[in-house]
């Protein structure tokens, strides 16, 4: 047995339980701050050993490494990393000082990890439980917080439904296929000419519960409450790590498995990607808190990446593959300025709270307005390429109707993103905000740096994607 | 044969002690007849060969869930006796459900179909000789074995959460300082005391335990007690060890700490 294939799952996790050691035998210190760097320690040294981690197949099928697997454990480390950054700053304030919360970080992450590496509908189920845990946890994590408290509630109990949806939709795959393994679920698919209903319904089981991860409409009713209750840095690692993960279960599960039935399943995604696109642009507009917006952005930004996998042809996953690694920064660097929206020590998360701050805080101001600017789609930034190539994909695969929605959409979606870069350059200057710690500062000139000169980086990372989209249909 | 009689012991009790469970007056009688019904049921399995069944069943169900259940009865205050007021008035619509659930069950059975080429279907063979807990065992620590530590870190992420969420550290807490309650002597806590026969320690004017022998070991800021306790070895007042009758000075003891 090739136990080595997960090296980098079992290294991040037994260095998950040392620093969950070393937190509680330091429990008189202040652990937290060297929790969160040793947790950043351990997503880079997991980062190295995912790069050079080998192809194959490992613990009878349960566990797949193969070049999209490697693609989406860097991103979503990527974006534990990012977020594990992102609390240090304020995490006294945000209330989460508490060297659990770094740990449950990395946990979450080691989900995702498992979730891209599934080779069998337990790994999916388990990884993905795992996971969702974690997250639920830490949108609790400021308890004594009402609106915190009822996000991880809502969060709980709606995701557990999802999970439930998800697991009877694989019992009925199970059903039909007698095995559990992707490439065995594939070999009797491919033996049988007609789609048994029993299976269709499995199939749109497991979509449903996948989608709600996704938050893309209609299972996003969760989504803004939860983003506005959680704390920040919370929220801005629920928008990427998690999403990525599920993304990629639904890349690998539909191109993979269900990759012969296509055309049963593909209608399902258009529909889900066309309302999702809709939807987040349009209900965005009424919005005067800024995490509530970041919400339905994201519904919005999921319709746009589920365009790739509408398509159903490498070069959509492709195209999926480079928009999420295009939204993971921007996102990441959006809700960076965010965490640093504070003043006189209070957090404040009114969109009219930006006023001004292009003349009381340029350098923060101009990082958000280029993540805006990217959220909108505009040239030469980094959401332009990534919303260029499921398009791209889209209109490659005849499937003209979505593109067009996908154009208005991201029209309509520009005025909303546009709103804020006017109200931070041309509305009357509110009071200034309080000076941010180093951390934040870093997250958002890195990431707005990332953003604005994706151009250098898009050869390597289309490139890697396409190697990731051609070992998903090998 | 002997297997019959067995099975017929185990499903009688079982089908009684089920009864027993709704129709008790106490729900802790209830609880216990949903134990003894459990038990059964395990003893079910054992007959039909499945002793890996039969230990889960009393490990989680009898060890966890019905425990559980029994704390509940007894801790909540539940008043059972208002919640059986209905009964009679209830008793026919109860009835009713019944019958439609029993003519449901009744229809989906008598179409029940047996596919013609089951026979065909493989079934997962016993080696001869391998009980069910070893095969089990085989295929969860070899082929299962990335799915069981994953489903060991679920529950680690788990416990971690209901730790974070619910623990809070309480001035009124009760924590021991593990070196010093190590140190501690008997002389510390303890005075030796020649009574008097025919006279009790009230007749001798009562005797205090030294007021710090409660904090010696304890962690600064537990038992409410914000000062640093005094070093042992010198405990303020501390009864002297060899017996004498120090009795009567309750009243001095008060200031070993509170200070």
């Known amino acids: 047995m090739n136990w080595t294939l997960a090296l980098p799952e079992i290294v991040l996790a037994l260095c998950g339980l040392a620093i969950l050691v070393f937190g509680v035998v330091q429990k008189k210190g202040q652990p937290f701050l060297s929790c969160s760097m040793l947790t950043i320690g351990a997503f880079v040294l997991t980062a190295f050993l995912v790069v050079v981690s080998p192809d194959g197949t490992g613990y009878n099928h349960i566990f797949v490494n193969d070049s999209f697997a490697r693609f989406m454990k860097l991103l979503s480390l990527a974006g534990g990393a990012l977020a594990t950054m ?30 891209a590496s599934s080779g069998n509908l337990m790994t999916l189920f388990i990884g993905l439980e795992l996971s969702s845990l974690a997250i639920y946890i830490l949108c609790a994590f400021a308890r004594d917080d009402v609106r915190g408290a009822e996000a991880g509630l809502k ?21 039909f296929a007698g095995t559990m393994e992707y490439g065995a679920i594939q070999t009797a698919l491919s033996a049988t000419s007609a789609v048994p209903m029993g299976l269709m ?26 983003y506005q209750g959680a704390p920040t840095p919370v929220t801005a690692f629920m928008a990427g790590a998690p999403k990525i993960a599920a993304f990629a279960l639904l890349l690998r599960v539909m191109a993979g498995p269900f990759g012969h039935v296509a055309p049963q399943w593909q209608i399902l995604i258009e529909a889900i990607s066309i309302v999702s696109m809709l939807f987040g642009s349009l209900a965005a507009i009424p919005q005067t808190d800024i995490k509530r917006l970041m919400a339905y952005s994201s519904i919005g930004h999921m319709g746009y990446a589920l365009m790739g996998l509408s398509a159903g042809t490498e070069e959509g996953m492709r195209g999926t593959l480079v928009y999420l690694t295009t939204y993971l920064l921007m996102n990441v660097g959006a809700f960076a300025v965010i965490i640093a929206m504070r ?13 001004g701050l292009g003349r009381t805080d340029p350098g923060l101001a101009t990082a958000m307005a280029i993540f805006m600017f990217s959220m909108a789609g505009a040239p030469p930034l980094a959401g332009f390429f990534g919303k260029l190539m499921v398009f791209y994909a889209a ?16 029209v309509i979606g520009a005025y909303y993103y546009v709103r804020i870069i006017k ?22 000139v890195g990431m707005g740096i990332a953003t604005a000169g994706f151009l250098i980086v898009l050869g390597p990372v289309s490139t890697a994607a396409q190697a990731a989209a051609q070992a998903l249909f090998r | 044969m002997m297997t019959q009689i067995v099975f017929y012991v185990f499903a009688t009790v079982l089908v009684l002690s089920a009864g027993m469970v709704v129709s008790a007056r106490n729900p802790v009688h209830s609880v216990l007849f949903l134990i003894l019904a459990f038990f059964n049921a395990a003893g079910l399995f054992l007959v039909a060969g499945a002793e890996f069944l039969a230990m889960i069943l009393v490990i989680v169900y009898v060890g966890a869930v019905a425990v ?22 209830y008793a026919p619509f109860g009835a009713a459900v019944g019958l439609v659930l029993l003519a449901e069950l009744a229809l989906a059975f008598s179409h029940w179909q047996v596919a013609a080429d089951i026979a065909s279907v493989p079934h997962v063979v016993a080696a001869p000789g391998r009980t069910n807990t070893a095969a089990l065992g085989d295929v969860l620590y070899t082929h299962y074995v990335f799915l069981f530590e994953a489903c060991g870190l679920v529950l680690l992420v788990a416990m971690i959460g209901a730790i974070v969420l619910t623990l809070r550290e309480r001035p009124m807490g009760r924590r021991q300082n593990i070196d010093r309650q190590h140190e501690r002597t008997a002389a510390d806590t303890l005075a030796m005391m020649t009574v008097p026969l025919g006279q009790g320690v009230a007749a001798n004017g009562g005797f205090r335990r030294p007021e710090q022998s409660y904090y010696i070991a304890s962690v600064p800021g537990s038992y409410g007690v914000t000062a640093e306790p005094v070093p042992q070895g010198k405990p303020a007042g501390a009864a002297p060890a060899d017996g004498a009758p120090e009795s009567g000075h309750g009243a001095d003891n008060h200031g070993g700490l509170a200070q």
């Open chain 1, 395 to 410: 209109i490659n695969a005849h499937l003209f109707g979505l593109a067009a929605v996908g154009v208005v959409s991201s």
């Open chain 1, 423 to 444: 109200v931070m350059f041309f509305d009357e200057a509110a009071a200034p905000l309080d000076r941010r710690p180093l951390s934040l500062s870093f997250v958002s």
């Open chain 1, 201 to 226: 319904i499995g199939i749109v089981f497991m979509l449903a519960g996948l989608t709600f991860k996704l938050s893309a409409v209609p299972f996003h009713m969760w989504t803004p409450d939860v």
């Open chain 1, 343 to 355: 003043r006189k020590g209070r957090a404040v998360t009114g969109i009219a709270d930006l006023a």
């Open chain 2, 68 to 89: 559980l259940f029994l704390f509940v009865v007894m801790m909540l205050d539940v008043r059972f006796a208002q919640m059986r007021e209905g009964l009679q008035r």
């Open chain 1, 86 to 115: 992102l609390t240090v700053g304020y995490a006294r304030e945000l209330k989460v000082e508490r060297f659990e919360f770094p740990v449950l970080l990395l946990f979450s992450t080691l989900g995702t990890m498992m979730m």
């Open chain 1, 155 to 175: 969060y709980f109990v709606l995701g557990s439904l999802a999970s439930g949806l998800l697991l009877y939709g694989s019992a009925l795959v199970y059903g």
